[in-house]
């Protein structure tokens, strides 16, 4: 584990060297692709682990490119980075692309910039580009846009706030908000987990790169906090909660609590294989893959939310089926599994 994050820091630095050096128009297109290559030819790691496994197509290319020069060229952005699902090499055919715009609040860039350029390269008149925190406090602004049919999200990162969670993240503090966005919310530690997968394609003053070598490795102290505190959750939800839901057939709560409880194990579950969760669409899919994890984690779960049931009994077994899940999660969590309280027999 430590050997791979060591060879992708090593990767980081090539890609941010190569791409700051190619500044001038000129070769903006080209660069990307030397990117792209860059980041996938660097590494030695298993195909499954491979941190760029899906390169842009050359349209996607002279777009992101084009991009990021004019959003490089607006003062205030401090970095522009490929960020979403083409960063992590799971992008599908129609998969937005994702522009993170790294700024201090210091000297932020100006909104009505960015709204200027998105009027003038978005296919419909008036896109969606909203002011600071237009989104909420943790998915902190940006723009919805569609160009020549591709859809492009711009995303507004605020370093001093970055590095804030990163801090609290290596002293064992998180936060999960749940106003923030559908299903589950937002969970803090997320933002190391962009940080970690992110393409620089501008960063000059080399911001993102001090980060990236933060959070190459999964800080210990949210790895013990997310698994004493979401087991106990996990647990709490089941058996003060759900149970008491369950024997009176509501089917409502019932289901609320054991998706709660779920998403809870799911955050212990990548803690204890030391990677960031960073998309609710893709957590079963990478759990398959993770060398600690109860056997066929993502089927049993698909099957018990698949119909949890109208009836006592049948609620009842959902729930009983989700504690199996629990306790298999906590016996691969060792010496790590010290919950807050007890719960009361």
């Known amino acids: 584990m430590r050997e791979r994050k060591r060879k992708r820091r090593r990767i980081w630095r090539v890609v941010s060297f190569e791409w700051n050096q190619a500044r001038s128009p ?5 660069s990307v692709q030397v990117v ?6 660097a590494t030695n790691l298993a195909p499954d682990r491979v941190v760029i496994r899906q390169q842009l197509s050359p349209v996607q290319r002279e777009l992101v490119s084009s991009l990021t020069q004019q959003l490089s060229a607006i003062p205030g952005v401090k970095a522009v980075v490929l960020g979403g699902s083409h960063a992590r090499g799971r992008a599908q055919p129609g998969s937005d692309i994702d522009l993170g715009l790294f700024y201090s609040d210091a ?7 960015v709204r200027a350029l998105a009027g003038k390269v978005n296919d419909r008149v008036s896109p969606v580009v909203t002011e600071f925190y237009g989104w909420g406090p943790w998915v902190s602004g940006g723009a919805w846009l569609t160009i020549s049919g591709q859809r492009v999200d711009f995303i507004y990162r605020s370093l001093e706030h970055v590095e804030r969670v990163i801090a609290d993240a290596e002293a064992g503090r998180c936060e999960l908000h749940y106003a923030q966005q559908p299903p589950f919310g937002f ?4 933002y190391l987990g962009e940080v970690a997968v992110c393409v620089p ?8 790169e001090v980060l990236k070598q933060r959070v190459a490795e999964y800080p210990e102290a949210l790895r013990r906090a997310v698994v004493q505190d979401y087991l106990w959750a996990a647990e709490f939800g089941l058996a003060a909660f759900a149970r008491k839901f369950s024997a ?4 409502f709560g019932t289901s609320a609590c054991l998706t709660r409880s779920l998403n809870q194990l799911i955050l ?4 204890l294989n030391r990677t960031y969760p960073l998309n ?10 993770f060398e600690r994890a109860p056997g066929e984690f993502g089927p049993r779960v698909q099957k018990i939310l698949a119909r949890p049931g109208d009836t006592p009994e049948e609620l009842n077994a959902a729930v009983e089926n989700v504690m199996q899940l629990l306790q298999e999660t906590i016996a691969l969590a060792d010496e790590l599994c010290q919950p807050r309280f007890v719960m009361p027999k």
Not at 248 to 251: G, I, L, N
């Open 201 to 208: 394609l501008f960063d000059p003053e080399q911001l993102v």
């Open 26 to 30: 000129s070769v903006r297109v080209e």
């Open 268 to 271: 212990v579950l990548f803690a």
């Open 248 to 251: 009176r057939a509501d089917a």
């Open 107 to 113: 000297a932020p860039f100006s909104i009505q910039s």
């Open 280 to 289: 609710d669409k893709t957590a079963l899919a990478e759990i398959a893959e």
């Open 187 to 190: 969970f803090s530690a997320t």
């Open 36 to 41: 792209l290559d860059k980041a996938k030819s």
